[in-house]
């Protein structure tokens, strides 16, 4: 998978390297959690959101979802449509573009969480995307809530996809908040145990999703690919997209 010329670029091989360490990090297909830790969710920062009459805007349950559970998913992921002026979608755009565009897109690795994409993690934005960047974090995390400080930028090519996983719990805390540019996609939420609750979620370009809680830790999510890219029976066609994602520091019980 790597060219020669690949290996010889020292800064390509860290890069590379980074970025696999990044994705072993964040992504783990099997769910190894203390759920005693995580079972007394607490629904503080997004309790206001239970009544949230704009749900079947971005939220579609499939036919066999539970009716008794609905309430917890509409409490537990939101969708807040165009979050992001057209404008501050340009600027942070603008301010990632020229690191993104050296990088490859990975295809090769077929046993990973995505395919097509790449992906960095970055601490210093500029003064106007830092007070869109805090507007996030204070929507999404209740006051004093340690958060990571890296905010994480992932870039998907228009085939790409991200397959079904959860967030490791070792590296993530309960909530994820995350940003869409330059397209529209859908991103499914499935029961771990029970395969046949799921949930698709309208992301449309700068939006902006809070995933928390039962959300969060009890199902796998995953961003459609192009093929199968609908909601609730309508295409959604999947461009490039960026996602900039938030999150808050590990919880702190948990199994190792
Ligand atoms: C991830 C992920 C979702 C997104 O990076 O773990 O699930 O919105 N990203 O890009
Ligand atoms: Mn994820």
Redesign the pocket.
């Known amino acids: 998978m790597c060219c020669a010329r690949y290996l010889l670029n020292k800064k390509c091989v860290y890069r590379h390297i980074f970025t696999q360490i990044r994705h072993f990090k964040?992504?783990s297909k099997v769910l190894s959690i203390n759920k005693e830790s995580i079972n007394t969710y607490n629904s503080s920062c997004q309790g206001e959101n239970t009544d949230n009459p704009n749900w079947k805007n971005y939220m579609s349950f499939c036919k066999s979802y539970e009716n008794t559970s609905k309430h917890l998913m509409i409490r537990d992921m939101t969708v807040y449509e165009n979050f992001l002026t057209e404008d501050e979608e340009k600027s942070l755009h603008e301010e990632v573009e020229p690191y993104m565009k050296r990088m490859r897109y990975e295809f090769d690795h077929w046993d990973d969480?995505?395919h097509g994409y790449r992906?960095t993690e970055r601490l210093h934005w500029n003064p106007k995307n830092t007070t869109v960047l805090q507007r996030v974090r204070d929507l999404a995390f209740p006051p004093g809530k340690p958060q990571l400080s890296l905010v994480?930028v992932?870039d998907?090519d228009e085939k790409g996809l991200?397959k079904p996983?959860i967030?490791s719990v070792r590296f993530c805390g309960n909530t994820?908040a995350?940003l869409?540019l330059l397209s529209d996609?859908v991103?499914r939420l499935v029961h771990d145990k029970k395969k046949d609750q799921v949930v698709d979620i309208l992301?449309k370009r700068r939006s902006l999703?809070i995933m928390t809680n039962t959300a969060r830790y009890d199902f796998t999510?995953?961003?459609l690919g192009a093929d199968t890219s609908e909601f609730a029976g309508v295409k959604v066609p999947r461009r490039r997209?960026i996602?900039i994602?938030c999150r808050c520091e590990p919880e702190e019980k948990q199994e190792n």
């Open positions: 964040l992504r969480a995505i992906e994480h992932l998907l991200i996983h967030d994820i995350g869409s996609s991103m992301l999703y999510h995953e961003i997209r996602s994602i």
